[in-house]
């Protein structure tokens, strides 16, 4: 199964991915995505969230 990976230096926080999949991303102080529920894209669709990512941050590694 594919795993979410955010690259935080292309993240600009807008939040788009953590609208998508609230339990899989989160923005945090730092104003950056982390993935906190990388088991949990079969609640939500991550590659949406990362087709919607205006800087193509989110990755996907097996």
């Known amino acids: 199964m594919k795993r979410p ?3 935080y230096d292309l993240c600009i926080g807008c939040g788009s ?11 945090r ?8 529920g990388e088991d949990k894209c079969n609640t939500c669709d991550c590659e949406e969230a990362a087709n ?9 590694e097996e």
């Open 5 to 7: 990976v955010v690259d």
């Open 52 to 60: 919607i990512c205006p800087v193509e941050a989110i990755k996907f």
């Open 17 to 27: 991915c953590v609208e998508v999949c609230p339990e899989v991303f989160q923005v």
């Open 29 to 36: 102080d730092d104003e950056k995505a982390y993935v906190i």
